[in-house]
């Protein structure tokens, strides 16, 4: 059973953690400053808590007060031992927003413990794949979701053969290693792959200017892979040859945007722009929907019983509202939540993944991602 | 629950208050229009455009008065309701109902606006006598749907994130009960008798029925048409012929409406529409049903006998509601 006090009334509260580093890299004043496209601009426990504020009256109906216990831990040996103490005061419900490593490493850490995770910003595929764990639910999408939708969205426009342009981060490898696996899916022709370096030193300008880097080749696209950002936005409108860039700038699959005006999205920005004083991005949304999910299961199965709640959550018969238009649910194979993804610029969203034509024997939102007979994932053996 | 703003003493008038001349029946069809912030006016025989009458931005739901002679808008980004003199055809007021209104209600006597507002999760009673607002009660995030009962005791919210239909007593102006429906609840239809409450499930995919004694939902009707998948079917207008016999439901982007037997809970028939079904009404005969479709800008025109598309009709962009004055 999970901790449940009686507050007041005959409600009782259901108490979700929530665990970050203090010093993430992510979160440094430069690049929050900077805005990248599909990047966080803020600590996501704000989407968390627009989540919490949704629930008084469906919680209320249930007769369950949600509430939040944030914990941010200043070193990586602290995280498992935070996860204990959450356990030991009858927290099971815990979101993670860590870097993929981290989320790894503890997932492992934690799976003899009566615990459910929700990884709310990792996006690397291999926590899908190899490092999946079965207490680990995944809201933010994989890369492979990200480059799938990218993917089709080139194909459906004819626009198939691709420049790439790549850095060189472990995460950009990633990114490239799951751009091929959709450019392979949907018959993207990768013309090649240049990697670059961000600097102006002259020696080296085969590697830092987009000019050069783009040249002697014809191509439909660009798609620059940068795991963080910088590079990236210097790419469109700098390229050889008069073509749309797109990947980690340009035009950018995301999983939520604050221009989106569709399914509700005006009311939920709204509300989180009044809530943290910033638009909300993908990040924020994965928190979000982290607790969507918690309220929606509590609320449904009028339970609080750990098992029960992770049953349904995992089972086919969940459905959530993303405000995306779709039902969402999550993948039994894997613990990824299914969902649009949105193909997004600067301030627009120009369409939403899967697009027509690109059908799947059972749900059509599984044709971004990892499916069943492709993944990686068992659950037994990690 | 909290109550919002002051409760003024109701005041009953023997009188009705906008007691204009009789409205005569013009047999125009008003569609409003979320994108270009107009009301498109059709003469339901011709269906030629009589004209466009301007509102405040993003007009959606829209109901007349209790003779016909006036038609309320409710105008969201406008953050008001206007209202159109039905023989005039323009805008002759402009309320200041809270901001942004979706839908709402008129009570039976005509007097009272039962307004939800989407962005405040507000369900705002405006008097439309002293054109006041009279109470505000707070309700679950996103309130669409809102329907007073004849017997002018209930308002009835649909709350779009909590999934909930919120049951408010107009006299203490409380939350008598938080009735957990399906997913995203949007509009409602009440049987003729006033036992049963319909409320359909976007995202769910259903209806489901409240039995308005217990307020418990006590069944669902799930739509299936062929061809289309779950997710694809999300059932939002409603409407009931005046014998309780049978319901019309707008399946949104499965493209169709679904005809339902009441009684049985069967549904008998899905007749194919335009793009994203929302809006539905039935003529005062009840043999002709006109739906507006928000993805493909028109307006299909059903003959509810052969239930057969007679005729499609462009309107403005984005058509939300429309309706009938016969």
Known sequence: MLSLSTAYCDEKTLVIGYLELEDDSRYIEERMDARYQAQPWGRPYAGAEVAIKESRFSGSAAGVKFELKRQSVSARGALEPAVKSFNEQGIQLILLDLPADDVSALAKATRDMNVLLFNIGATDNTLRQQQCQPHLMHTAPSDAMLTDALGQFLVSRKWREVLVLKGPKPGDSALLESLEGSAKRFGLELMDAREFVLGRDPRNRSQNNISLLTANEDYDAVIVLDSEGEFARSVPYQTQKPRPVAGSAGLVPDWWHWSFDRFGAPQLNGRFTKHAERPMTGYDWAAWIAVKTIVEAVVRTSSSDFNKLVDYMRGPDIVLDGFKGKRLSYRSWDNQLRQPILLTTYNWVIDSAPFDGFLHTTNNLDTLGADQKDSACAFSKN | ?326
């Open chain 2, 1 to 326: 629950m909290k109550i919002y703003a002051t409760l003024l003493v109701f005041i009953f008038m023997a009188f009705s208050v906008v007691s204009p001349l009789s409205a005569k029946e013009t047999g125009y069809l008003f569609i409003s229009s979320e994108k270009d912030h107009i009301v498109t006016v059709l003469d339901s025989k011709s269906l030629k455009k009589v004209t466009d009458i301007k509102t405040a931005e993003r007009p959606r739901g829209m109901e007349f008065n209790p003779d016909y002679s006036l038609l309320y808008v409710a105008c969201g980004d406008g953050d008001s309701i206007d209202v159109i003199d039905v023989e005039k055809l323009e805008v002759i007021d402009s309320l200041d109902v809270g901001e942004d209104p979706e839908r709402f209600d008129l009570s039976p006597d005509g007097k009272l606006l039962y307004v939800s507002n989407e962005d405040d999760g507000l369900l705002t009673a405006f008097d439309l006598t002293s054109k006041k607002i009279i109470a505000q009660v707070e309700v679950g995030e996103e309130p669409e749907g809102v329907l007073a009962t004849p017997d002018g005791k209930t308002v009835y919210v649909a709350s779009e994130v909590a999934n909930l239909v919120h049951v408010i007593d107009t006299q203490s102006w409380e939350l008598r009960a938080n009735i957990l429906v399906g997913n995203r609840p949007r509009r409602f239809a009440l049987t003729p008798d006033g036992q049963e409450l319909w409320v359909s499930n976007e995202l769910g995919g259903s209806v489901s029925l409240i039995d308005t004694e217990t307020n418990e939902v006590n069944n669902e009707i799930v739509f299936e048409p062929k061809g289309f998948r779950k997710d694809d079917i999300t059932p939002v207008g409603m409407t009931m012929t005046r014998n309780g016999k049978t319901a019309y439901v707008t399946l949104g982007r499965a493209n169709h409406v679904a005809v339902v037997d009441v009684a049985s809970r069967e549904v008998e028939d899905y007749v194919l529409v335009g793009r994203r079904a929302w809006g539905l009404t039935l003529s005062r005969d009840e043999e002709t049903l006109y739906v507006t479709n928000g993805l493909s800008d028109d307006m299909s025109i059903v003959d509810t006998a052969s239930l057969k598309v007679r005729q499609s009709v462009p309107v403005g962009r984005v058509p939300y509601t429309v309706v009938l004055d016969d």
